[in-house]
């Protein structure tokens, strides 16, 4: 009988505004279940919804791909509500997806400190809100709500999920100021999504051509909140000197950012076309990009860039911040990743593609594209993944073991 793993996570599908966690789950659930099985806790709508899900059926399993999902209603989402479905689900190890969100992580926590339910082992994986970026925003409230946890020992015997050593080091140095006591750090890399199946290799997707003359087809996809920047990708456009058409891609998070987004568009030069297109369902992601040139990302910090690897996917050339564990592109062939400390850098790269012809842009896009090929395929960060959830399990039934031998050497 396989292990069962029950995630608790604020969105999941059949949503998809939320962005990477939901893609991450998913391509967990999709090419780890062949060994766990995945119960999932979910709201019963997507990011920024007002309506849930047509016909969800609330407070009752139901499949969804590989895994049996519940969907619930925030209103009644309460620490007795919690306590509820942990004591009547069958698990083996619990699943959490963000360190900040009180409803779908620290209640778990809580009620486990209450010991409302039977002690079992938690992973929890902070989705890259311990970088320095992440960090930068609401850090007072941050900073008191990680004090208060610490001193309710929240943290105590925990598996701590980083999806990179640059995540592992945010980790400790956020949480622990380096020091990580009784907690247990495992580094997995991302399970990415399967590659794209083509007949005649990476090669034969070819990006449409530039016309000639025709402006640089640049995009950004991702959702509209400081975070992700995208005021900084237009104070970039601003100095770039050749004709630009910059789509971005992704649902506006914060409105009073997007409003201040829209004071530097209004301000850009002539020559510099942007549009919103919103948010993009997951089967329009590839054919949407691969009418682009660039993808242009000057994230403050991913913990991995599922918007990234769908670039690569659709051969475009990177141009994104150094806050990703996406590194060394340049010297892979397929982009750059600059500090955001050098806006001037971003604006030459965008005019030296300008610059570039139809051979250099499509032996760029195979390139990118062999790089996400390799990475949908990465096999070690599949087992990594898998062997998080039966170490975890396995570790915690050492303890249990050691401490029931310890009491009857006691007795």
């Not at 608790?8 to 505004?17: D, E």
């Not at 979910?42 to 016909?55: M, Q």
Request: include cysteine; charge should be positive.
């Amino acid at each position: 009988m396989k292990p069962i793993v029950l995630v608790f996570c604020r969105y999941y599908l059949p949503g998809y505004l939320a962005g990477g966690p939901i893609r991450s789950i998913a391509n967990m659930v999709e090419r780890l279940s062949d060994s766990l099985d995945f119960r999932i806790v979910a709201l019963d709508r997507d990011f920024g919804a007002e309506e849930p899900y047509a016909d969800v059926r609330h407070d009752e399993w139901v499949p969804r791909g590989r895994a049996l999902v519940l969907h619930v209603k925030l209103s009644r989402f309460s620490l007795a509500k919690v306590a509820e479905i942990v004591r009547a689900t069958p698990h083996d190890v619990i699943y959490l997806n963000s360190f900040f969100d009180f409803r779908f992580t620290q209640q778990i926590l809580i009620n486990r400190k209450l010991r409302r339910f039977e002690d079992q082992p938690i992973v929890l994986a902070p989705r890259g809100e311990f970088s320095a970026g992440a960090l930068q925003f609401k850090r007072v409230k941050k900073a008191l709500f990680m004090r208060l946890a610490r001193w309710l020992g929240l943290y105590e015997r925990l598996t701590w999920q980083a999806s990179s050593v640059l995540e592992a080091a945010d980790i400790r140095r956020a949480v622990f100021g380096g020091s990580m006591s009784d907690q247990r750090l495992v580094v997995t890399g991302h399970v990415a999504a399967g590659p794209v199946r083509l007949e005649g290799g990476v090669s034969s997707l070819a990006a449409p051509a530039r016309a000639v003359d025709g402006p640089l087809r640049v995009c950004f996809l991702s959702r509209i909140s400081p975070k992700k920047n995208l005021d900084y990708a237009l104070r970039v456009l601003a100095e770039v000197r050749v004709p630009v058409r910059f789509t971005v891609y992704g649902p506006i998070e914060d409105e009073s950012y997007w409003r201040e987004c829209l004071a530097q568009i209004a301000k850009l030069p002539s020559h510099i076309e942007v549009v919103h297109e919103g948010a993009l369902r997951p089967e329009a992601v590839l054919p949407a990009l691969r009418g682009h040139d660039v993808f242009l990302f000057p994230t403050h910090g991913e913990n991995f860039g599922h918007v990234i690897y769908e670039a690569l996917r659709a051969g475009l050339t990177l141009l994104i911040s150094d806050q990703t564990p996406w590194q060394r592109l340049e010297e892979q062939g397929v982009g750059w990743c600059l500090p955001l400390s050098d806006p001037a850098g971003f604006s030459r790269r965008l005019e030296q593609v300008a610059s570039w012809t139809d051979e250099q842009r499509q032996k760029t896009g195979i390139r990118a594209r062999t790089l996400a090929q390799s990475t949908g395929e990465d096999l070690d960060a599949i087992e990594a993944n898998r062997n998080l959830f039966l170490d975890a399990l396995s570790e915690y039934k050492r303890l249990n073991t050691k401490k029931r031998t310890e009491g009857i050497q006691r007795v």
